[in-house]
């Protein structure tokens, strides 16, 4: 049995260290690569204005839903009960977790709902919508929609 000396000693640390630092490289180089930006550049300064944009919201009563048939994805505003027409500035389509497989859902107005053709294999997906009301209230809302294999 060969006696441990100091470069064995150093090997092994060089070798524990190194493995540490190649991990530690390739999280952080996935983490920048994945990274989709910043939403604001200031949240501060952002956030101000939510109180109020939310009250603003709130006070236009509506209850928004989606649901996703095949591939034609279906958006409903009602107030009271009522069917509500505003009209939609954005409207994207795609999973949490990334921005790859986001579509823009380009919808039309027919029988109290707003209806758009998307793509979307199972799992959760998101819909982001910003829509603006006849008083120009605008109003912003991420909706949920499983999709079930």
């Known amino acids: 049995m060969k006696q441990i000396n100091g470069r064995h000693v150093f090997g092994i640390f060089a070798f524990g260290f190194g493995t540490i630092i190649a991990v530690n490289m390739t999280l952080a180089f996935n ?17 101000q204005g939510f109180e ?22 279906s958006l409903r505003f009602a107030q009271d009960g009522e069917p509500v027409a505003p009209q939609i ?21 027919e029988e109290g709902r707003f209806t758009a053709n998307v ?17 120009g209230t605008r109003f912003q809302q991420r909706i949920v929609v499983e999709v079930l294999g």
């Open 31 to 47: 983490a920048v690569r994945s990274f989709p930006g910043l939403e604001v550049k200031n949240s501060y300064v952002a956030s």
């Open 52 to 73: 109020a944009q939310r009250s603003a919201q709130e006070a236009l009563g509506w209850d928004v839903s989606a649901a996703l048939e095949g591939d034609q994805l």
């Open 89 to 109: 500035k954005t409207a994207v389509f795609g999973r949490a977790t990334s921005v790859a497989a986001d579509q823009i859902a380009d919808f039309t107005y």
């Open 119 to 135: 793509m979307a294999g199972p799992g959760n997906w998101n819909l982001r919508i910003v829509a603006v009301a006849e008083d």
